[in-house]
C-alpha cells in the first residue's frame, strides 16, 4: 500500500472541527447541539452584500486579477486610510480568506526548518500553516492568570536562534481575545527591528474592541515598514465567512512580489465574492455600533455566569469573540467528547473547542476550552448551566 508523505501525518486536527461527529451522532440521536466551538457569528451579512451578488450583470465569471480586482484594492486601500493605515492597492494582495493570507506569508518569507515565535494560546490553524510550509512554530507562553498579555519581551529573546523569521500575533485574539496595547505593540517593534525580523499580525477582528478600548496596527506603528505584514479578511468583520475573502498588506515590496508568485499559482481570488466583499466596504459605521454593543452584551454574560461556577477559571476578552476557560477537570478533550456522546438536560447539550490544541508546548492547555460568544445572549446562558451541571457530574 502506497504510503502517506511525513508532512501529511504531521498535519494537526483541528480542535474546532475534530469532534463535529459526536455532535452529528448526538443530533441523529434528538439531541440539541449549542455550538460553543466555532467562530461562526448569527450577525447578519450586511444587506448591500447580499445585493450586490443577487443584482450583478455578470453573463461570464471569469478569472480574476492574481493579485485581486484593481477596484477592490483601491476601496480596500482607503478602507484602511480610514483606519489610520496609510497603504496603496499595489501593497494589497487579495486573497482566498485570511487562511491563503498566512500561507502566503510563510511560504515567502521562511524556509524549510525556519522558525516564527507565536504567543500561545493561538488560532490553531497556525500550526497547520506552519506544517505544510515546513516551517517550525516556536511558542512563548501566555498566561490566563495574566489575562493572556504579552509575555515579556526577555522571553521572546530567549527564542530567537538563526532560524527565527518572525513573530505573528493575533490582534485582538484568537482564542484568548486579547487586545494588545500600543505600547506591547511598540515593544514588538523595537524587537524585530534590533533582531532584523518580521512582524505579522493576524488583524482580522480589528473592529471587535470593547471597554473604550482601540485597537493600534503595526502599519500605524513608524519604523517597521520593511519588518510589518499585516493578514486580514472580511469573514468575521462583516459576517462573511463563507466568502473566503481575505488579504495581505505590506509595504516590503519583496514580500509582495513573492506572495504574487504565490499566488499566480492559484490563478485567482474568487470573483463572486469580491464583488460581495467590495461592496461590504459601503456598510455603515452603526452596523459595528450595533454588532459591538451586541457582543459586549453577550461577553458580559457569558463571563458572569461563568465565574458563578465552582471550580472555573476565565480569562476577560477585551476584543473579538472568544475567550478561555478553565475547568476542574484533568482533559477537556475527554470532557468534550463525554458531553456530545452522555451527558444532556432537556435533550440539548454543549460543543464546546478543547483548548490544547490552540497550544504547540504539549501538555499546556489540557484543561481549558475556547468558547466564541457568537450566539443569542438566552443560548449562552442556558449553555453556560448546561456546563455548570455537567461538571457537577463528570468524573475524570
Known sequence: MPSISTKGLAMPESPIRKLVPYAENAKKKGISVIH????????????????AVKNNSLEVIAYSRTEGSEIYREKIAAYYKKQQIEVTAQEIIVTTGGSEALSFVMGSIADAEDEIIIPEPFYANYNGFATAAGVNVVPVVSRIEDNFALPPIEEFEKLITPKTKAILICNPGNPTGYLYSKEEIKKLAS?????NLFLIADEVYREFTYDGKEHYSILQEKGIEEHAIIVDSVSKRYSMCGARIGCLVSKNKEVIQTALKFAQARLSPPTYAQIASEAALETPASYFTDVIEEYVERRNILISELEKVNGVRVAKPQGAFYCIVELPVKDADKFAQWLLEDFSINRETVMVAPAAGFYATEGLGKNQIRIAYVLDKESLTRAVKILKEALAVYKD
Not at 460553543?36 to 445585493?51: E, F, M, S, Y
Not at 524587537?191 to 533582531?195: A, E, N, P, Y
Open 36 to 51: 460553543l466551538n466555532i467562530g461562526q457569528p448569527d450577525i447578519k451579512t450586511p444587506k448591500v452584500a447580499l445585493d
Open 191 to 195: 524587537i524585530v527591528k534590533k533582531h
